[in-house]
């Protein structure tokens, strides 16, 4: 199997590098180590004052979250914009189980729909070295509803572990679930490693491992699966978290400039 090289391209340098600026204590984005975000500063009202009411912010507006998305540009080579589903898609992640949430993790995955549908804007690209395919959509769901979803996530490593699967053709295959570290931007945020094993091959057994993050950053939310067999750039899965926080905070920022 050809071994790909670490994501360390010119272009995903200079996209990174603003953010990590602000990012004390950490030199990569490696898995071990994922990136910590400032802590923000609590703000105490002044003792003459009532509390201002919150004020509702607006959602993203089409061409914002389009502007919002992250691109290959983003990643670098060997990423590029996606020239189809994935083969892996139908062949492994379309299966199903009898236990409710791990059925309803997989569907979720295979349609796409962890956060719900419609998606507001979504992204696909591929890395044409390992045949990975990362899936970046953005969510127009409120907070609270986002803040379920992820509560719900967060059971999986435990109620879904391990478990059994069956794939097209009655494929049998081993699913395991675990916690996956995320840099810790944004308010809310969960990532999961969710791999479907088929050990009866005639050769080493076939491994589909899936990288899943969902990231709410104020009311905006984040979905991303960055999937393949046998090997996932996991460098890209938290470039793409860090880099999806940081754009929507570019958009944001411009939106209340433009006001």
Same mark, same amino acid.
């Given at each position: ?61 089409? =061409?914002?979250?389009?502007?919002? /998305?992250?691109? @290959?540009?983003?990643?670098? &080579?060997?990423?590029? %914009?996606?020239? *189809?589903? +994935? ?77 059994? =699967?069956?794939?097209?053709?009655? /494929?049998?295959? @081993?699913?395991?679930?675990? &916690?996956?570290?995320? %840099?810790?931007? *944004?308010? +809310? ?71």
């Amino acid at each position: 199997m050809t071994r790909r090289t670490p994501l360390g391209s010119a272009v995903l340098a200079a996209g990174v590098a603003g953010l990590l600026a602000l990012v004390p204590g950490c030199a990569t984005l490696g898995l071990e180590h994922p990136p910590t975000a400032r802590p923000a500063l609590p703000t105490v009202p002044p003792s003459s004052s009532r509390p201002a009411a919150p004020v509702a912010t607006p959602g993203l507006t089409d =061409a914002q979250a389009q502007a919002a /998305l992250i691109t @290959d540009t983003d990643l670098g &080579e060997p990423w590029t %914009p996606t020239r *189809g589903a +994935a083969t892996w898609r139908d062949g492994m992640l379309k299966a199903t189980t009898p236990t409710a949430d791990c059925r309803k993790l997989l569907d979720g995955l295979y349609a796409d729909e962890l956060l719900g549908a419609p998606a507001l804007a979504v992204v696909a690209l591929d890395d044409a070295v390992t045949g990975a395919q990362l899936r970046y959509q953005l969510t127009d769901r409120r907070p609270k509803d986002v803040d379920r979803v992820l509560a719900w996530l967060r059971t999986l490593p435990r109620e879904c572990a391990r478990f059994t =699967a069956k794939g097209p053709d009655d /494929l049998v295959l @081993d699913a395991q679930v675990s &916690e996956l570290p995320l %840099p810790e931007v *944004g308010d +809310a945020r969960q990532g999961l490693r969710v791999t479907l094993t088929d050990w009866d091959t005639e050769g080493d057994p076939l491994v589909l491992a899936l990288d899943v993050a969902v990231v709410r950053a104020g009311q905006d939310t984040f979905a991303l699966t960055n999937g393949g067999v046998n090997e996932v750039p996991n460098e890209a899965t938290q470039a793409a978290v860090q880099l999806g926080v940081q754009r929507l905070a570019e958009v944001r920022k411009r939106g209340r400039v433009q006001v």
